[in-house]
């Protein structure tokens, strides 16, 4: 990256932005944002890190309605999906890429009002009632441990309010079939108890078509409903319960293999159907005390997901003809390969207490939170992977869980029975830390934020490959003491300087399978995989200018990044895992510029800039490879490995923008209209740290959604019009090559042009 070029590109965007301000901005302000990114209600401007928050007018004039939709819009994240049925959020180039692995950790920690949500199949759920979305960037050493190397993102529901009941529901009708319900109702149950009862409902045909199935993928059919409760115990205290619930059925994503021979971009040629279920569910109770002193937090939840996919896991058509596969014959052609299926089911416990300070100690100068958190997480894993090893078209599903017998199932796969991958795991994590953190004020100007928190982990796993009549019994430990140093100086009343320290750590864990020390290769995958741990070092500007019509957050970072845990091959078939890449680095800049240009018109610019790299040296063997070598052949297969030194890291795009142009204004009538015009640019990545030229390289795309919305008179009916994606960009979301079993690619493409109409009424 040139960063001579980047910085003057900057600057010109920035005064030009600036003077525009000055010049014709009226006497409007920019709102000021609270959140609880550090467990207390504070103003986006005030924290020494970088925070996004998103309003639920931005969640609604950005028909932001899941955790995809957030990619490219927050400076620095990137959401991907991941076969067809995950969803990775890397946040600054820091992700989950042990995806394949269902016991190993995420990097990005998903909080629901505080409560942190475990399972990485909640990330699929729909946002519904939600008030605020808050997305902190990078490691969170001291507040939020669990999974946070990349950082937290938080989304906060509607409270239940005593203001007596209200409403809104919408209803929205679109192209492909859309049709989509959302309803919240306020209710006064008693003197002392408030309630709020959410529900949406989403049907959509797919946009991709299955020309050999018949089937229309990545379709959508779900229904999320939550329950809220507030319970006012008098003396400051209160009492919060909540329950969400998300179903969903549908036919499944559309994985096209890189080299389908379909033309369209949209069409496939997949031999098998695919079916994608998940229910996931948490209920959770929150206590909160007033203590004078301190405020006083406990919160509690039980989490469960179950899941269960059906896909053709080679990505192809039976009897197609092999474009290119190293190893094979000429005139080869495409065999059958399925998951039939991939089933989960992850249970949940979290409880967490913390006091945060109301009134300074040490004469006013010293704010304080301390805390605790424990988690009991537990997973039980089946995958039964088919293939035609005789080339005939069929395959017998004749131990597909739960219904098989596993004598059977491993007499037949002793007789050379057509299975791909298959394992039985159950693995459970149990998590505790406590933290605390401290913020001195030196003067009215200047302050220290310090912090320290400790974590350990402990797993345990039953793992059974290929029908094995016993376990692998794995077990492993990790803990770690990370923490943060922030100092602040505010150079006036609207502008805070910051440079922040912080160390941030993710567990280590074992794997579901693992390479065997033999004559022919030593392993690359093992039985347990190491934490992972990054340093950061950030530098921060907030500013407000031109009397509040002008924002401007800059925030300048750097990681050094020890023992990053990927998706690794084994010389070993069938035996990937999570490995660990000794050292790597990231450094970037982030910008969140807003301008009230006018009464009427803001702009809103989100650009980041990302550089990373692996900065050791580290042989990796791709799959990609391997793949054309066999049982008997690890040598030939270890003999393929790469140094992937200075190699790109997953998911790393050097530059994301998000710019959007608001107009507001009062027509005649009495109705409020809005018009938005909103241009995302996601800039180029590699899929994986292989960054193989065939299968890893994701290229760039741009989106222009434009909304225009009526609030009628009265504020009680509103009309939304949006074009999302108006150019119908078939821009690649993301890809995925899996380390078990065939060695096929398959691409997921972002949603194409959609046309929408929401209606929507408040009551």
């Given at each position: 990256?040139?960063?001579?070029?980047?910085?003057?590109?900057?600057?010109?965007?920035?005064?030009?932005?600036?003077?525009?301000?000055?010049?014709?901005?009226?006497?409007?302000?920019?709102?000021?944002?609270?959140?609880?990114?550090?467990?207390?209600?504070?103003?986006?401007?005030?924290?020494?890190?970088?925070?996004?928050?998103?309003?639920?007018?931005?969640?609604?004039?950005?028909?932001?309605?899941?955790?995809?939709?957030?990619?490219?819009?927050?400076?620095?994240?990137?959401?991907?999906?991941?076969?067809?049925?995950?969803?990775?959020?890397?946040?600054?180039?820091?992700?989950?890429?042990?995806?394949?692995?269902?016991?190993?950790?995420?990097?990005?920690?998903?909080?629901?009002?505080?409560?942190?949500?475990?399972?990485?199949?909640?990330?699929?759920?729909?946002?519904?009632?939600?008030?605020?979305?808050?997305?902190?960037?990078?490691?969170?050493?001291?507040?939020?441990?669990?999974?946070?190397?990349?950082?937290?993102?938080?989304?906060?529901?509607?409270?239940?309010?005593?203001?007596?009941?209200?409403?809104?529901?919408?209803?929205?009708?679109?192209?492909?079939?859309?049709?989509?319900?959302?309803?919240?109702?306020?209710?006064?149950?008693?003197?002392?108890?408030?309630?709020?009862?959410?529900?949406?409902?989403?049907?959509?045909?797919?946009?991709?078509?299955?020309?050999?199935?018949?089937?229309?993928?990545?379709?959508?059919?779900?229904?999320?409903?939550?329950?809220?409760?507030?319970?006012?115990?008098?003396?400051?205290?209160?009492?919060?319960?909540?329950?969400?619930?998300?179903?969903?059925?549908?036919?499944?994503?559309?994985?096209?293999?890189?080299?389908?021979?379909?033309?369209?971009?949209?069409?496939?040629?997949?031999?098998?159907?695919?079916?994608?279920?998940?229910?996931?569910?948490?209920?959770?109770?929150?206590?909160?005390?007033?203590?004078?002193?301190?405020?006083?937090?406990?919160?509690?939840?039980?989490?469960?997901?179950?899941?269960?996919?059906?896909?053709?896991?080679?990505?192809?058509?039976?009897?197609?003809?092999?474009?290119?596969?190293?190893?094979?014959?000429?005139?080869?052609?495409?065999?059958?390969?399925?998951?039939?299926?991939?089933?989960?089911?992850?249970?949940?416990?979290?409880?967490?207490?913390?006091?945060?300070?109301?009134?300074?100690?040490?004469?006013?100068?010293?704010?304080?939170?301390?805390?605790?958190?424990?988690?009991?997480?537990?997973?039980?894993?089946?995958?039964?992977?088919?293939?035609?090893?005789?080339?005939?078209?069929?395959?017998?599903?004749?131990?597909?869980?739960?219904?098989?017998?596993?004598?059977?199932?491993?007499?037949?796969?002793?007789?050379?029975?057509?299975?791909?991958?298959v394992s039985d795991a159950y693995p459970t994590r149990e998590s505790y830390s406590v933290y605390g953190q401290t913020t001195y004020s030196f003067s009215d100007q200047s302050r220290l934020v310090s912090g320290l928190r400790y974590s350990k982990d402990e797993v345990e796993s039953c793992v059974k490959n290929f029908f094995a009549p016993v376990c692998d019994d794995l077990s492993g430990s990790s803990d770690?003491?990370?923490?943060?140093?922030?100092?602040?100086?505010?150079?006036?009343?609207?502008?805070?300087?910051?440079?922040?320290?912080?160390?941030?750590?993710?567990?280590?864990?074992?794997?579901?399978?693992?390479?065997?020390?033999?004559?022919?290769?030593?392993?690359?995958?093992?039985?347990?995989?190491?934490?992972?741990?990054?340093?950061?070092?950030?530098l921060g500007l907030k500013t407000d200018l031109y009397d509040g019509r002008a924002r401007a957050n800059i925030a300048f970072f750097s990681y050094e990044y020890e023992n990053l845990q990927f998706q690794a091959t084994d010389p070993d078939p069938y035996r990937g895992g999570v490995a660990n890449i000794p050292e790597s680095e990231m450094s970037g800049l982030e910008l969140e510029l807003t301008s009230l240009?006018?009464?009427?018109?803001?702009?809103?610019?989100?650009?980041?800039?990302?550089?990373?790299?692996?900065?050791?040296?580290?042989?990796?063997?791709?799959?990609?490879?391997?793949?054309?070598?066999?049982?008997?052949?690890?040598?030939?297969?270890?003999?393929?490995?790469?140094?992937?030194?200075?190699?790109?890291?997953?998911?790393?795009?050097?530059?994301?923008?998000?710019?959007?142009?608001?107009?507001?204004?009062?027509?005649?009538?009495?109705?409020?209209?809005?018009?938005?015009?909103?241009?995302?640019?996601?800039?180029?990545?590699?899929?994986?740290?292989?960054?193989?030229?065939?299968?890893?390289?994701?290229?760039?795309?741009?989106?222009?959604?434009?909304?225009?919305?009526?609030?009628?008179?009265?504020?009680?009916?509103?009309?939304?019009?949006?074009?999302?994606?108006?150019?119908?960009?078939?821009?690649?979301?993301?890809?995925?090559?899996?380390?078990?079993?065939?060695?096929?690619?398959?691409?997921?493409?972002?949603?194409?042009?959609?046309?929408?109409?929401?209606?929507?009424?408040?009551?």
């Amino acid at each position: 990256m040139n960063y001579n070029i980047l910085y003057k590109q900057i600057l010109l965007i920035v005064s030009f932005l600036f003077f525009w301000t000055y010049a014709f901005a009226q006497e409007n302000a920019i709102e000021e944002v609270f959140v609880t990114a550090e467990k207390r209600s504070e103003s986006v401007q005030d924290i020494s890190q970088a925070v996004t928050a998103i309003s639920s007018d931005e969640i609604e004039s950005k028909n932001i309605t899941s955790f995809v939709d957030l990619s490219a819009i927050v400076p620095g994240v990137t959401v991907a999906k991941n076969e067809g049925y995950k969803t990775v959020i890397s946040i600054r180039g820091v992700g989950n890429e042990t995806n394949q692995n269902a016991i190993a950790a995420p990097s990005v920690a998903f909080h629901m009002d505080g409560i942190f949500i475990a399972s990485p199949f909640s990330l699929q759920t729909d946002f519904i009632d939600v008030d605020r979305i808050e997305v902190l960037r990078g490691p969170q050493g001291t507040l939020f441990g669990q999974n946070s190397t990349g950082g937290v993102i938080n989304v906060v529901s509607k409270k239940p309010s005593m203001e007596g009941y209200f409403g809104k529901s919408d209803i929205t009708f679109g192209n492909y079939g859309l049709t989509k319900f959302r309803s919240s109702n306020n209710f006064v149950l008693s003197d002392s108890t408030a309630a709020r009862f959410s529900i949406s409902t989403t049907d959509r045909d797919g946009f991709s078509d299955n020309l050999v199935t018949g089937q229309d993928l990545d379709d959508d059919s779900n229904i999320s409903l939550r329950a809220d409760f507030l319970i006012d115990l008098g003396d400051n205290s209160s009492l919060r319960f909540f329950g969400q619930y998300f179903d969903v059925d549908r036919n499944g994503s559309a994985m096209k293999g890189i080299d389908d021979p379909t033309p369209n971009p949209r069409d496939l040629r997949q031999d098998s159907v695919s079916n994608h279920e998940l229910t996931s569910s948490v209920f959770a109770a929150i206590y909160e005390s007033d203590l004078g002193y301190a405020n006083l937090k406990i919160m509690a939840s039980i989490q469960e997901d179950d899941i269960s996919v059906t896909r053709d896991n080679d990505r192809h058509n039976f009897g197609d003809p092999v474009l290119a596969i190293p190893g094979l014959p000429a005139g080869s052609t495409y065999q059958r390969a399925e998951f039939r299926p991939e089933t989960s089911l992850v249970d949940t416990t979290t409880f967490e207490i913390n006091l945060v300070s109301n009134e300074p100690a040490m004469d006013g100068k010293l704010d304080w939170t301390i805390g605790a958190f424990y988690m009991d997480h537990e997973i039980e894993n089946h995958i039964r992977g088919y293939l035609d090893v005789n080339r005939d078209g069929e395959l017998q599903y004749i131990c597909s869980y739960p219904y098989a017998d596993p004598n059977n199932c491993w007499a037949s796969w002793a007789d050379g029975g057509e299975f791909d991958f298959v394992s039985d795991a159950y693995p459970t994590r149990e998590s505790y830390s406590v933290y605390g953190q401290t913020t001195y004020s030196f003067s009215d100007q200047s302050r220290l934020v310090s912090g320290l928190r400790y974590s350990k982990d402990e797993v345990e796993s039953c793992v059974k490959n290929f029908f094995a009549p016993v376990c692998d019994d794995l077990s492993g430990s990790s803990d770690k003491t990370t923490g943060k140093v922030a100092l602040e100086f505010d150079l006036d009343d609207d502008t805070l300087l910051y440079l922040g320290l912080t160390a941030g750590f993710k567990p280590g864990g074992t794997n579901l399978t693992y390479g065997y020390d033999n004559d022919n290769a030593p392993p690359l995958v093992f039985p347990n995989f190491e934490a992972e741990t990054v340093e950061s070092m950030e530098l921060g500007l907030k500013t407000d200018l031109y009397d509040g019509r002008a924002r401007a957050n800059i925030a300048f970072f750097s990681y050094e990044y020890e023992n990053l845990q990927f998706q690794a091959t084994d010389p070993d078939p069938y035996r990937g895992g999570v490995a660990n890449i000794p050292e790597s680095e990231m450094s970037g800049l982030e910008l969140e510029l807003t301008s009230l240009i006018s009464d009427e018109l803001t702009l809103d610019m989100n650009l980041a800039f990302l550089d990373s790299e692996v900065t050791s040296d580290y042989m990796a063997l791709d799959n990609v490879d391997a793949y054309q070598y066999f049982f008997g052949e690890e040598d030939l297969r270890y003999g393929l490995r790469k140094n992937i030194s200075g190699n790109e890291l997953a998911k790393t795009p050097e530059f994301t923008a998000d710019i959007t142009l608001t107009y507001e204004t009062m027509m005649s009538s009495g109705t409020q209209f809005t018009g938005i015009m909103q241009f995302i640019k996601r800039g180029e990545f590699q899929q994986r740290v292989n960054n193989n030229p065939i299968v890893d390289a994701i290229d760039e795309y741009d989106i222009l959604n434009f909304t225009a919305s009526f609030d009628f008179v009265g504020d009680k009916w509103g009309l939304d019009l949006m074009i999302l994606n108006a150019s119908d960009e078939d821009g690649v979301n993301s890809s995925m090559t899996d380390v078990f079993g065939v060695a096929a690619s398959g691409i997921e493409l972002i949603p194409p042009r959609q046309i929408m109409a929401r209606l929507s009424m408040n009551y």
